[in-house]
């Protein structure tokens, strides 16, 4: 008898354990962005992250949602809007120092292990994470 309800009890438990573990990439059941291989530039505006280095060795990270980018380096914060024109991401600078730079892809992708030169920026990144936005809506 003690090991029939020993047997409904970790039945029990299997059953609790396996009805929590859902799926993330819809969102639903977890708070893990879905990470990918590479991205294509024309997708940027449904928002993703890309985490990587420079040459530095800093931190490099850029946002891309809807029509605007954040861009982190090293200690270095930007912000502004972006477009793509062909494989060439355009960033336009609005915070208070202004300008432009760009990241020429080559072929349309960002993708993990390749390193891009930020141009105009004397920047690069070597591209170690691409994930999904959740918080781009």
Same mark, same amino acid.
């Given at each position: 008898?003690? $090991?029939?309800? =020993?047997g409904i009890l970790f039945s029990g438990i299997a059953m609790a354990v396996l009805s /929590?573990?859902? /799926?993330? #990439?819809? /969102? ?13 530039? &024309?997708?940027? *505006?449904? %928002?993703?992250?890309?985490? %990587?280095?420079?040459?530095? *060795? $800093? !931190?490099?990270? &850029?946002?891309?949602?809807? #029509?605007?980018? $954040?861009?982190?380096?090293?200690? %270095?914060?930007?912000? %502004? *809007?972006?477009? =793509?024109?062909?494989? @060439? ?8 120092? /202004? !300008?432009?730079? @760009?990241?020429?892809? !080559?072929?349309?992708? &960002? $993708?993990? !292990?390749?390193?891009?030169?930020i141009d105009f920026q004397n920047d690069e990144i070597l591209v170690e994470e691409i994930l999904e936005d959740p918080a781009c809506?």
């Amino acid at each position: 008898m003690k $090991e029939q309800w =020993i047997g409904i009890l970790f039945s029990g438990i299997a059953m609790a354990v396996l009805s /929590g573990c859902g /799926g993330g #990439s819809d /969102g639903e059941g977890g708070n893990t962005p879905q990470s990918y291989m590479d991205v294509d530039v &024309l997708d940027l *505006h449904e %928002g993703y992250i890309i985490n %990587g280095h420079n040459d530095a *060795h $800093e !931190g490099v990270t &850029l946002i891309f949602c809807g #029509s605007d980018y $954040e861009y982190y380096s090293g200690t %270095g914060e930007w912000y %502004g *809007h972006f477009s =793509i024109n062909d494989d @060439r991401i355009n960033m336009f600078d609005d915070t208070p120092t /202004g !300008g432009s730079y @760009r990241i020429d892809t !080559g072929n349309y992708l &960002l $993708e993990l !292990g390749v390193e891009y030169s930020i141009d105009f920026q004397n920047d690069e990144i070597l591209v170690e994470e691409i994930l999904e936005d959740p918080a781009c809506t």
